[in-house]
C-alpha cells in the first residue's frame, strides 16, 4: 500500500499517536475473576501493539458488575482490576502504542454467554447460572435474552457516577485515552434510540431527553480525565431501523459532543436490534464520519470494513477522516498495520526485526 497519510502521527491534547491506523475495541471474553486482566489480554493486546498498531483501544470494560456484557468481561471498578490494567497498559506502552481503554455499560444486552459457548450473545446466563437482571431505559428485551429492568432516576444517577469512577481508574491505571461506548445497542446507544427507550420522563422522547444521559456520561468522564489526555465517544450514524435514529439526529449528538470536549469520534452504525444486521460493505461507515466531521467539527476515524489496502490507500490519499480503526482484520493478523505499511522506511518497524528487513 502507499503509506500516503497513514503514518504521519496525529496528535490530541498531549497525546501523540504514533499512526493512523487503530485497533478497534473488540471483547474477549477471557477475563479471570472478578473481571481482571488475564495473560491473555496481555499477549493479545501486546502483539497487536508491537505489530505496529498505533492505538490500541482495550476491548468494552465495564463500568460496574451489572454493566458487563457476559460474567468473563473485563471490568475496572475494583482495586484488583485496577492492578491488572496497570500492567496492561504499561505493556502497550513499552511495547510502543498509545493504551486506551473503552468504558461500557452493556445495558440490555447484558448477562449473556460468550459467543463461542451455545447460541453466545443470543443465550442468556440465567440468574441462578450468575448472571443477573439487566438493566436499560425501558423494560423492552434484546432478542432472546433476559428482560432488563427499566431504569430509576437514582439507577441513571448511578451509572453516571459509575463512567466518572471508571474514568478516574482508567487514569490511574495509566491509560493515555478513554473512550465512550455509545454504540453498538448498549446502554448509553439504548437510550439515544427510541427504538429502545420509551420513557416517558426527561430521559425519553425528543431527541433532547434521549440524549440527556449520554451527554450526562460524556460531562462526567470529561471532567474525571486529567485535562492533558483525550476522550473518544463510539458513536452510531444509523440504527439501520424504520424509526431509529438517523444520520440528522447523530450529527445533533456529535455536536454536543464536541462542545463538551471530545477529542475524536469513533463512527459505526447498526447493532442496536436483533434483527436489523448493517449492511455488508467495504467501508461502509466512511461516509457518515465525513459528514460527521463536517457537522460537530472535531477529528473522526470510521470503523467497519476499513482494512482492504486499495480502499485504506484511497482514505489516506484523499479523505478528510483523521485515522482508520480496524477490527476483525487485526485479529487474524497482530501485524496486519506493519504489513499495511510495508518495510520502508525500516524504522516504521520495531528494531528488533530490522535484520529481516
Ligand atoms: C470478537 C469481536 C468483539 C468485539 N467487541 C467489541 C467491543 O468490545 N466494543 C466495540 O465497540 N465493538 C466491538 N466489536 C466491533 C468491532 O470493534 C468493530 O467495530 C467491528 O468488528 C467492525 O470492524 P471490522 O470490520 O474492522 O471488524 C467487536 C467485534 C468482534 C469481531
Known amino acids: 500500500m502507499d503509506r500516503g497519510r497513514s503514518t504521519e502521527p496525529l496528535k490530541l491534547r498531549e497525546v501523540r499517536i504514533a499512526n493512523r491506523i487503530w485497533m478497534s475495541p473488540m471483547c474477549q471474553y477471557s477475563a479471570g475473576q472478578d473481571g481482571v486482566p488475564t495473560n491473555w489480554h496481555g499477549v493479545h493486546y501486546g502483539s497487536r501493539a508491537v505489530g505496529g498498531s498505533g492505538m490500541i483501544m482495550v476491548e468494552s470494560t465495564a463500568v460496574g458488575p451489572r454493566h458487563r456484557t457476559t460474567p468473563h468481561d473485563l471490568g475496572i471498578w475494583s482495586a484488583e482490576q485496577i492492578v491488572g490494567h496497570r500492567m496492561l497498559a504499561s505493556q502497550i506502552k513499552e511495547l510502543g502504542s498509545v493504551a486506551a481503554i473503552q468504558l461500557n455499560s452493556a445495558g440490555r444486552k447484558s448477562s449473556h454467554r460468550q459467543p463461542w459457548v451455545q447460541s453466545g450473545q443470543n443465550s442468556a446466563v440465567p440468574?441462578?447460572?450468575?448472571?443477573?437482571?439487566?438493566?436499560?431505559?425501558?423494560?423492552?428485551?434484546?432478542?432472546?435474552?433476559?428482560?432488563?429492568?427499566?431504569?430509576?432516576?437514582?439507577?441513571?444517577?448511578?451509572?453516571?457516577?459509575?463512567?466518572?469512577?471508571?474514568?478516574?481508574?482508567?487514569?490511574?491505571?495509566?491509560?493515555?485515552?478513554?473512550?465512550?461506548?455509545?454504540?453498538?445497542?448498549?446502554?448509553?446507544?439504548?437510550?439515544?434510540?427510541?427504538?429502545?427507550?420509551?420513557?416517558?420522563?426527561?430521559?425519553?422522547?425528543?431527541?433532547?431527553?434521549?440524549?440527556?444521559?449520554?451527554?450526562?456520561?460524556?460531562?462526567?468522564?470529561?471532567?474525571?480525565?486529567?485535562?492533558?489526555?483525550?476522550?473518544?465517544?463510539?458513536?452510531?450514524?444509523?440504527?439501520?431501523?424504520?424509526?431509529?435514529?438517523?444520520?440528522?439526529?447523530?450529527?445533533?449528538?456529535?455536536?454536543?459532543?464536541?462542545?463538551?470536549?471530545?477529542?475524536?469520534?469513533?463512527?459505526?452504525?447498526?447493532?442496536?436490534?436483533?434483527?436489523?444486521?448493517?449492511?455488508?460493505?467495504?467501508?461502509?461507515?466512511?461516509?457518515?464520519?465525513?459528514?460527521?466531521?463536517?457537522?460537530?467539527g472535531i477529528a473522526v476515524a470510521p470503523v467497519g470494513q476499513m482494512a482492504d489496502p486499495d480502499l485504506l490507500r484511497d482514505v489516506f490519499e484523499s479523505s478528510s477522516v483523521d485515522a482508520v480503526i480496524i477490527g476483525r482484520a487485526l485479529l487474524r493478523d497482530p501485524y496486519y498495520a506493519l504489513r499495511l505499511v510495508g518495510d520502508q522506511p525500516k524504522e516504521y518497524w520495531p528494531s528488533q526485526y530490522h535484520r529481516a528487513l
Open 127 to 296: 440468574v441462578q447460572d450468575g448472571g443477573w437482571v439487566p438493566l436499560a431505559p425501558s423494560p423492552i428485551a434484546f432478542g432472546k435474552l433476559t428482560a432488563p429492568a427499566g431504569m430509576t432516576a437514582a439507577d441513571i444517577d448511578d451509572v453516571v457516577d459509575a463512567f466518572a469512577a471508571a474514568t478516574v481508574n482508567a487514569h490511574d491505571a495509566g491509560y493515555d485515552v478513554v473512550e465512550i461506548h455509545a454504540a453498538h445497542g448498549y446502554l448509553l446507544h439504548q437510550f439515544l434510540s427510541p427504538v429502545s427507550n420509551a420513557r416517558q420522563d426527561e430521559y425519553g422522547g425528543s431527541l433532547e431527553n434521549r440524549m440527556r444521559l449520554p451527554l450526562r456520561v460524556a460531562k462526567a468522564v470529561r471532567d474525571a480525565f486529567p485535562p492533558e489526555k483525550p476522550m473518544l465517544v463510539r458513536v452510531t450514524a444509523t440504527d439501520w431501523i424504520e424509526g431509529g435514529i438517523t444520520l440528522d439526529e447523530a450529527k445533533v449528538f456529535a455536536k454536543r459532543l464536541a462542545r463538551l470536549g471530545t477529542d475524536l469520534l469513533d463512527v459505526t452504525s447498526g447493532a442496536l436490534a436483533a434483527d436489523a444486521p448493517p449492511p455488508n460493505r467495504q467501508g461502509l461507515n466512511l461516509d457518515f464520519a465525513e459528514s460527521i466531521k463536517r457537522a460537530a
